[in-house]
C-alpha cells in the first residue's frame, strides 16, 4: 500500500512565524502535490514537484515556498504565516506515467 | 443570492437506493478523470478514473459515466451504504502526455440516512 504521511495532523502559529510542513511517501513517487482545502473551494494546487531540487507553481503559490532536497520528501513552507493561510493543506504523491494521486490524511493549520 | 464557492452541493439518500453525483468539467482537451472520496478528517482516497477514450467505466459498486459532448461527468453508486457518507470530488486531467496535474471540482456531499 502507498504511504503519504504529513508531520503533523493539527498545528496552530501565530502570525508572522515561518511554518514548515512535512510530507513523505514511501513509494518511490516522482510526482509531489501540495494543496490547500477550504470549504466549498475544493482542492487548490500551491505547488508541484516532479524530480529531485524540481518544482512547479500551482495555482495559488503566493505566500509559500517549497523544498524537495529528496525524492521521499516534500516541504511546505510559509515564510511569514498570515490569518488567510489558515486551512486545510493536503500532501499527494503520483507515480508516472499513470495520473493517480495518493492523498495524506491532512495538516489543519490554523494562524491566529 | 449565493456565492459560488461557499456552499457545498448536497445530495440526501436512503439507505439502499442508487445515487448519482453529477459533475461538469472545463476542459473540453482533458483527457483523464478521475473521482475521489473524503471521509470527515481523512484525506480523499481514489474511487475509480476513466480516459476520454470511454464513456463507461463500473468498479465495484460504482459506475462512471462520461459525455464529451456536454462535458459531463457522473459517478453512480449503486445500493448506498451508510458508509458511503463523505464528500465526492471529481478531477480532470488537461490534455497532454507530460502534465500530471488534476483540477479537482468543488465537491458534493453525500448523505446517506439509515
Known amino acids: 500500500d502507498v504511504k503519504v504521511t504529513q508531520s503533523s495532523r493539527y498545528l496552530v502559529k501565530r502570525t508572522g512565524e515561518k511554518v514548515f510542513l512535512e510530507c513523505v511517501q514511501d513509494m518511490d513517487h516522482e510526482n509531489m502535490f501540495w494543496y490547500r482545502q477550504d470549504p466549498g473551494l475544493g482542492l487548490r494546487l500551491i505547488y508541484f514537484s516532479y524530480d529531485v531540487k524540481m518544482k512547479e507553481k500551482g495555482d495559488i503559490p503566493e505566500g509559500y515556498s517549497v523544498s524537495r532536497e529528496k525524492k521521499e520528501r516534500f516541504s511546505l513552507i510559509l515564510e511569514s504565516a498570515s490569518t488567510n493561510q489558515t486551512s486545510m493543506y493536503l500532501c499527494a504523491s503520483s507515480f508516472p506515467p499513470t495520473y493517480e494521486q495518493y492523498f495524506g490524511p491532512g495538516t489543519r493549520l490554523t494562524v491566529t | 443570492g449565493e456565492s459560488v464557492g461557499l456552499h457545498l452541493p448536497t445530495l440526501s439518500v436512503q439507505e439502499g437506493d442508487n445515487s448519482i453525483i453529477n459533475c461538469a468539467y472545463s476542459n473540453s482537451a482533458s483527457d483523464y478523470f478521475i473521482w475521489y472520496k473524503q471521509e470527515s478528517g481523512k484525506g480523499p482516497q481514489f474511487i475509480i478514473d476513466?480516459?476520454?477514450?470511454?464513456d463507461k467505466r463500473q468498479g465495484q459498486r460504482v459506475t462512471v459515466l462520461l459525455n464529451k459532448t456536454v462535458k459531463h461527468l457522473s459517478l453512480q453508486i449503486a445500493a448506498t451504504q451508510p458508509g458511503d457518507s463523505a464528500v465526492y470530488f471529481c478531477?480532470?486531467?488537461?490534455?497532454?502526455?507530460?502534465?500530471?496535474?488534476?483540477?479537482f471540482g468543488k465537491g458534493t456531499l453525500l448523505t446517506v440516512n439509515p
Open positions: 478531477a480532470e486531467k488537461g490534455g497532454g502526455g507530460s502534465n500530471y496535474k488534476l483540477t
Open positions: 476513466i480516459r476520454s477514450n470511454m
